[in-house]
Each structure stands twice: as C-alpha cells, then as structure tokens.
C-alpha cells in the first residue's frame, strides 16, 4: 500500500508515537507485508525470530520492538508493539469509509455493464466494460474489476483478511488495507469469496474462471487461464501460476506456488509447493500416478497378508 503522498520518517514516528533510528527526512512511501515489500515502504516485525529476515528484505523502514543495528540505507521504528501501530498506521492511511448508497457515488463503472438488484458497490470500486453483476453480489471499497466479467448471485469481493495475534486477552485483528483485482474475462460463480489483501492486491488473472463456493485468501494471486471448481479453498499469500486446474473440494496451506499447468484432483490437500506441468492427488499431496500406485497396493494387502498365513 503506497501513501498518497510521501511521508517523512519523523511524521510516521508522530504518527504512532515512537521513536527512530534515521534521519527525519527520511522518505517513506508506503507500507506492506513482507513478501510485496518494495523500497521505502515499512514492514513490521514483533518476533527475534524474523527480525533479519525483516532487516535484509528490500523495505527500508523497520517497524521492530527492539533497538538493533540499523542497515546501511535503511531507518528504524522502534515500537513496544508493532502489530498495533502497524494497525494504526493503516487505520490512518486507510481508514473505513461509510457508504450512503447501494452503489457508491465514487463508483466507476464501465460501458455496458449491468448490476442486478440488491447488489453492493462500494466506494472508489473501478468496473471494466460489458460486466454483469448478479443479485446480491457485494463489492466492497477499492475493488477494480476489469471488462467482460461475469459475477453470479451472493459473491462477496473485497472481506477482510483472516489475520490475527494471538494475545491473552483474546484474538487482535490485522487490519486489511489492499484490494482485490479482478482482470479481463474472468468469471466468478455463486458464493464466492474473495478476500482483500492486507496492504497489496488479491488479483484473479485475466481469462480465469471460478465454480461456485471458493474461497480465495488475502494476498493470493491466481494466474491466467485457471480452471477452479467448487469448495475449493485457497489460504493467503499462495501464487498459482497460469493455466492450472483445480478440481472440487481442493484446499491449501498460505505460502505456497502451483506451478504453471499443474492439475489438482479433487479432494487433494496442497501442503507443500508443486511443480507445474503435473497431476497431483491424496493428502499429503503426491504425483497422481504415484498416489494412486500406492492405494492399489494397499489393497492387495489382505491377499499378501493371507498367502503369509497360509504357508
């Protein structure tokens, strides 16, 4: 998430009321998470067993709970909790906007484009040409959808993300401030649900086309030409790569990359990075000719079993 305009080091400091290692003028454009930060944004690190890789990404700013050796180039923020002022700092930046209107004055929507009764568009939402947005559809604010979009009845773009510390007193929210990207021809089924990312983009590629019920967590980025059927849920953070398939009831773990033109059966938990270009199947996620070799064998078991009995 860039800034509207930049910021100083000691506005930003002002701002959540810290000290820092740096220069007062030094410039700060932005802020985000740690796997889509870009020179002069922040990223925040509240745990020593993150802190170089926080130190050594490409931000230059360091939201940290301890005074460290600060890197050639780079400033500190030294707070005693940095997830709350990195909270803070998007509650400022970003702060939520009521809406008086079911759809939003601050809406653009595109030639031809059609939304149904009882939908929501939210404020500063950008729609492409020739879309069509069913009943009871909710896009919420900052959400751009491309042209030639399809988005069927009760599907829900732009929800927070599921990010939360843990502290004694119950569960803390990390506030989300991104957006999702819809591109061109991309169709969305019943009942979907795709989350915004924390500070950058959720993005649906162009041609991609998605069944009924998936879900889609923050920060995700599915490529182009993808084929995703029903029930499938996809944690945040993951890329999937051009041109793959998952079929129904396909889950994953945040963090991972599906390569280009991997296929994912159904029912398959995908609990590690895959190549593309394969078929993947079973719980812990294997090739599918290997996975299925082996529960023919598991069946030839009570045969092995009785020939050992009877000799």
């Known amino acids: 998430m ?13 701002i959540i009321d810290c000290t820092f290692v ?4 030094f410039s700060v454009l932005g802020m985000n998470e740690i796997h889509v930060v870009t020179a002069g944004d922040i990223v925040f690190v509240d745990h020593p067993k993150y802190y170089d890789k ?11 709970n301890k005074e460290v050796d600060c890197p050639e180039g780079k400033a500190l923020l030294i707070s005693d909790d ?10 400022y930046f970003k702060p939520f906007q009521k809406s008086v209107s079911t759809i939003s004055e601050t809406a ?3 030639e031809n484009t059609i939304v149904q009764p009882n939908s929501f568009v939210g404020n500063n939402v950008k729609i492409g040409k020739n879309c069509v947005i069913h009943s009871n559809v909710a896009i919420y604010d900052n959400c751009v959808i491309g042209d030639n979009v399809t988005i069927h009845a009760g599907s829900v773009l732009g929800a927070d993300a599921f990010y939360y510390k843990n502290r004694p007193q119950g569960f803390d929210k990390l506030l989300s401030g991104g957006r999702v990207v819809v591109e061109n021809n991309v169709d969305i089924g019943a009942l979907c649900t795709i989350d915004k990312g924390v500070t950058g983009d959720t993005t ?21 030409k993808c084929l995703i059927a029903s029930q499938t849920g996809i944690a945040g953070c993951v890329i999937i790569e051009d041109e793959v398939t998952l079929w129904g009831q396909v889950g994953t773990t945040s963090g ?3 390569g280009k033109k991997a296929v994912v059966m159904g029912q398959t938990g995908v609990t590690k990075s895959i190549l593309g270009g394969k078929s993947y199947f079973g719980t812990p996620i294997e090739e599918s000719r290997e996975k299925l070799r082996q529960l023919a064998n598991v069946k030839k078991i009570p045969s092995i079993l009785e020939n050992i009995k009877n000799k």
């Open 22 to 25: 740096g220069e007062d003028s």
């Open 256 to 258: 991972i990359t599906i």
């Open 204 to 224: 649906i590629g162009e041609g991609t086309k998605l069944d009924n019920q998936v879900h889609v967590g923050h920060d995700t980025i599915i490529g182009k």
């Open 54 to 64: 926080a130190l050594q990404s490409k931000a230059t700013i360091i939201l940290i």
């Open 82 to 91: 940095p997830f709350r002022d990195f909270n803070k700092l998007t509650a």
């Open 2 to 14: 860039k800034f509207p305009i930049p910021h100083t080091l000691k506005q930003i400091a002002a």
């Open 108 to 110: 653009v929507l595109g």
